[in-house]
């Protein structure tokens, strides 16, 4: 019989976590690094990282900080590299850095607006998985946690160019897992419905917000800690028969 407990540990293994610096990334790497991984973070912001480094390694965590953007492509390489360097594998990639800067009507949308969105969220997820699916595939071995969201799949306003993207990074992570499966590389997504984070905040504080929870049958927004298990599950064994699903966690929101 298999012990779960033993199946959701990540000792000995390295996972990858984009947009670590604040909100669900660095809750993400938090819990990977409490189940035993070591944690490679990356973020734009190096202070951020820095951090988040100091609190991992005062509770026995080991932590590598690779600042950057994953939009670039050139530096999504050389951070692979660096951690098959510092680490010699790389098993878990979970690819949380995300933007959504515009609250704006469609129609009011300018194309660098839609591609700034693009560039960061899907571009940036397909460079990622791209690079470490290299190491991946040559381990045979490896978990790859796309971050969607819930309106990849459920309609809201002004939002056109975010829920665009992740809609992408889904489609994307169904072809991953049907290429890479053979191979040992499992592809999933995890899709957050409203958390408190600093992206979400200034939409949770408007008159959006009330409309937000009232939509959500648990009755609140949920806090960035409580999506930290379900990407520890996508990333372990526990999970070892799951690829090319999506796990959303999201309170039971729907749209209205």
């Known amino acids: ?45 190096a202070s951020d990282l820095e951090t988040l480094e100091t609190e991992l390694t005062d509770h ?8 950057g953007s994953v939009a670039d492509p050139a530096a999504v390489r050389e951070t692979v590299e660096r951690i098959a360097e510092r680490t010699g594998r ?10 959504s800067p515009h609250f704006t009507r469609s129609e009011k949308v300018t194309d660098k607006d839609w591609r ?21 595939l040559e381990q045979r071995s490896g978990s790859i946690v796309n971050v969607s969201s819930v309106h990849a799949v459920t309609g809201f306003e002004r939002i056109a160019a975010y829920a ?8 994307l992570t169904r072809a991953l897992a049907v290429e890479w499966a053979d191979r040992g590389v499992r592809v999933n997504t995890l899709a957050p419905g409203y958390f408190h984070t600093d992206l979400s905040s200034g ?37 070892r028969f799951v690829t090319g699903t999506t796990l959303t966690v999201d309170g039971g929101w729907t749209a209205w």
């Open 1 to 45: 019989m298999a012990d779960v407990n033993t199946e959701l540990r990540l000792d000995g293994r390295t996972a990858w976590v984009t947009g670590a610096g604040k909100g669900l990334g660095r809750a993400i790497a938090v819990a990977l690094s409490q189940a035993g991984a070591t944690v490679a973070v990356t973020a734009r912001t």
């Open 60 to 67: 026995g965590g080991k932590v590598l900080v690779l600042p």
């Open 90 to 99: 790389l098993d878990v990639l979970v690819n949380c850095a995300g933007i």
């Open 116 to 136: 700034q969105v693009v560039d960061v969220n899907l571009d940036g997820t397909f460079y990622c998985c791209r690079e470490a699916g290299k190491v991946m």
């Open 164 to 171: 665009a993207s992740k809609g992408g990074v889904e489609a």
């Open 203 to 239: 939409l949770l504080d408007s008159r959006w917000g009330e409309r937000i929870v009232r939509g959500t049958p648990l009755g609140r927004v949920g806090d960035a800690t409580e999506l930290g298990g379900a990407a520890v599950f996508l990333a372990s064994d526990a999970s």
